[in-house]
C-alpha cells in the first residue's frame, strides 16, 4: 500500500508530465482531490501533502467533515447532484460547486449567499453523454444557462463541468471531451470571468489534460478505494 503522500506525488508529476506533453503551460492544471467517503484523517493526511482543494457529493456527510476540519485551511467544492432543497446549505459552507445545471439552483444559491462573503464560485455541469435520466445541460443550451447566471449577484460564473459515460483508450476519452473544449473557448470570449475546465477523474485525467482540463477531479488514485 502506498501512503496518501507518495500518491499525491505520483499525481503531481503526471500532472506535470502531461502539461509538457500536450503543450499546455506548467502547473496550469489544478488537483482537486475529491475526498467522498474517505475519512477526515485521510483528507488530513492529503492537506499534509499540500492538497488544499477538496471536493465532496454528499451534503450531510461532506457539512460534518467541513466543521470538524475547520481550522484548517481549505476549499470546499461541491460536485455532486443538487436537490434544490439543499442549496441553503451548499451556498453556506462551500467555495465552488461544479454541478449547477439548471437556473432555478443558480437562482437559488445566488439568494442563499451571504452578500457579505465572497461569490460562490459556479462551474455548469454539461452533459456529454446525452442520456436523458443524467445530470447536466446540453452542450446547445449551455450558453443561455450561462447568460442567466452570469448577471446574478452572489456567485460567480467560473466555467464548465463534465462527467462523461467511462470510455476506454486515450483516443475516444479524448474524442468526447473535445466539443466541450471547443464550447469552453467561445463561452471565455463572452464570459471572461470563465477560466476552469472541470474534467478529468482518476481514469481519464490524461485525455482530459490533453483536451484543455485547467482542474482534475481525483478521488481514488489521491485517497485509494472509497469505504
Ligand atoms: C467520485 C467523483 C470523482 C472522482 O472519481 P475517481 O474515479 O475516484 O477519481 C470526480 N468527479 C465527480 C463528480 C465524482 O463524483
Known amino acids: 500500500m502506498t501512503s496518501i503522500a507518495d500518491n499525491i506525488d505520483a499525481i503531481r508529476l503526471k500532472l506535470l508530465k502531461y ?3 500536450y503543450l499546455r503551460q506548467a502547473k496550469s492544471v489544478e488537483l482537486l482531490a475529491v475526498s467522498k467517503r474517505q475519512s477526515v484523517e485521510k483528507i488530513r493526511a492529503a492537506h499534509a501533502a499540500g492538497c488544499r482543494d477538496f471536493g465532496e457529493n454528499y451534503l450531510q456527510e461532506a457539512v460534518g467533515k467541513i466543521e470538524q476540519l475547520e481550522e484548517l485551511d481549505l476549499v470546499w467544492h461541491f460536485i455532486g447532484p443538487i ?3 439543499k442549496t441553503r446549505a451548499i451556498a453556506e459552507n462551500f467555495q465552488w460547486v461544479h454541478s449547477v445545471d439548471r437556473e432555478k439552483l443558480a437562482s437559488r444559491l445566488s439568494e442563499q ?3 457579505s462573503a465572497p461569490p460562490l464560485n459556479i462551474c455548469i455541469q454539461v452533459n456529454l453523454s446525452s442520456e436523458p435520466s443524467k445530470s447536466g445541460v446540453a452542450l446547445a443550451d449551455t450558453e443561455k444557462l450561462c447568460k442567466f447566471i452570469d448577471p ?3 456567485i460567480r460564473l467560473r ?3 463534465a ?3 467511462p470510455l476506454d483508450g486515450l483516443e475516444a476519452q479524448r474524442r468526447c471531451f473535445r466539443p466541450l473544449l471547443n464550447e469552453f473557448k467561445r463561452l471565455q470570449q463572452q464570459f471572461p470571468t470563465m477560466d476552469t475546465l472541470s ?3 482518476s481514469s481519464d485525467f490524461e485525455a482530459a489534460i490533453a483536451e484543455g482540463s485547467t482542474l482534475v477531479r481525483i478521488g481514488t488514485a489521491v485517497f485509494g478505494a472509497r469505504d
Open 19 to 21: 502539461e509538457s506533453e
Open 83 to 85: 436537490q434544490s432543497n
Open 113 to 115: 449567499r451571504n452578500p
Open 152 to 154: 446574478l449577484p452572489g
Open 159 to 161: 466555467g464548465l463541468m
Open 163 to 165: 462527467i462523461p459515460a
Open 199 to 201: 474534467i478529468g477523474m
